[in-house]
């Protein structure tokens, strides 16, 4: 003959009902503990069921039926229940209590206040159980003011502490449990990744191009040479300016043109000129005056626009000129969101030489890749030692994209 243990027991009449993994007895009563502490005793009863009926010495269990019955108000059986339970231990306050309740609720006071005064015996420094006692004085009918109180207002139950595991499964579920909330939550997780990928996403790019000239999948142009570029050096360290008082008055003369003619960078190159060169202190004030009027660029039609040779042979000459310059995208980089620089290698020919290099500045994100074909538009600010023209960028466009 088969023995069935009540643990089988349970999981058999479990499995048959709802196909589903079989849980032992100490998962059915955590169930139903969850289901207690949300105010469900209909369904700590149904969940219980098999437990209790199997099992006759199961005392959390047979605890947590009895008060369930009491709160669907099924009093009769819930008395039963506290009597089995008083079999098992004679000095549980909390059963004594619930015996009191209801005893009183039928209208016996005598049997009520024995089990109450039992109750205050064993646990004399409850305070719920001085409150009941209380709430006894000037009670004529017990039966009708039984009726008027609330169990939870008599009864009281000390239930194990759930655990952090539990404590977060009854918040995810609470979280999670209509339809509305579950949008909620998966539409502010999509918003919070979608923040976090807007703000990480030049840190990632800057990985993403690291590991890429670490595999080796593409060229970093660290090592480039400019064409001649000691002829243009040594051009530079002999340019000097000299300048006559003819000359003074007819590039005066030009500036004054130029400006009319919104002819910025013709302007600035003449105004540079004066102000670098052995001219009076006084004819450079006048042409810093003028400078004052000097018009904005035009990105469309730029004018004149200089070659790299010209400014690293003067780069003085061209401080605050316009330049759009073709070119190669090289060591760009991205500092998060407030400025983007990179290489511009100009008018790029092969991985070894080419014509010169504009170190490039922009601010705010700018989106392009290492060895992109693009049009930089951007003033002239200096020259760095190693005779990259800096340059400040306004706008950027790709070649042929």
């Known amino acids: 003959m088969e023995i069935r243990t009540r643990d089988n027991l349970s999981k058999d009449k479990k499995s048959k009902r709802s196909g ?18 949300k105010g469900k005793p209909a369904e700590v009863l149904a969940i219980l069921k098999d437990i209790v009926e199997s099992d006759t010495d199961h005392i959390p269990a047979l605890k947590l039926t009895a008060f369930s019955l009491i709160e669907t108000g099924h009093l009769d059986e819930a008395k039963r229940h ?12 909390e059963t004594l209590n619930a015996l009191a309740y209801l005893e009183l609720s039928e209208g016996d006071a005598a049997k009520g206040i024995n089990y109450l005064l ?4 064993v646990d004399d420094e409850n305070e719920r159980l001085k ?11 017990a039966k009708l003011a039984f009726s008027l109180i609330k169990p939870k207002d008599f009864l009281f139950i000390e239930l194990p502490q759930p655990n952090a595991s539990e404590i977060m499964r009854e918040k995810l579920s609470a979280i999670f449990g209509s339809p509305f909330a579950r949008i909620s939550v998966i539409v502010s997780v999509l918003v919070i990744l979608g923040v976090l990928f807007y703000l990480f ?44 008082e003819e000359e003074v008055n007819r590039d005066m003369h030009l500036i ?38 000097v018009p904005e660029p035009d990105p469309q039609n730029p004018g004149f626009v200089p070659n790299y040779r010209d400014v690293v042979r003067a780069p003085f000459l061209y401080e605050g000129v ?23 290698l100009i008018n790029f020919v092969d991985e070894a030489v080419v ?30 030692l190693d005779n990259r023209v800096i340059i400040k960028g306004s706008r950027i466009a790709r070649i042929g994209g």
């Open 20 to 37: 589903q993994k079989q849980l032992s007895t100490s998962e059915i009563y955590q169930n139903a503990l969850r289901s207690f502490r």
């Open 322 to 344: 316009y330049v759009r310059w073709n070119g190669t995208v090289a060591n760009l980089e991205h500092r998060g969101r407030d400025q983007t620089s990179f290489d511009l």
């Open 82 to 93: 506290f009597i089995r339970l008083l079999q098992f231990n004679r000095n549980d306050p």
């Open 355 to 384: 014509e010169g290099i504009a170190q490039a500045y922009f601010s705010g994100f700018i989106h392009i890749i290492n060895g992109e074909k693009v049009s930089l538009f951007g003033t002239i600010t200096g020259i760095t």
């Open 118 to 121: 039992d109750a205050v015996y």
């Open 201 to 244: 996403y030049p840190s990632i790019t800057n990985w993403a191009m690291d590991y890429r000239y670490r595999r080796g999948f593409g060229p970093r142009y660290d090592r480039i040479a400019i064409a001649e570029i000691d002829k243009l050096v040594e051009d530079r360290q002999r340019y000097s300016i000299r300048i006559s």
């Open 131 to 141: 409150k009941n006692l209380e709430m006894l004085k000037g009670v004529r009918d």
């Open 256 to 293: 004054r043109q130029h400006i009319e003619n919104n002819q910025r960078n013709r302007a600035l190159v003449l105004i540079n000129k004066i102000l670098h060169s052995d001219a009076d202190e006084r004819i450079k004030e006048r042409v810093r005056n003028l400078q004052l009027f």
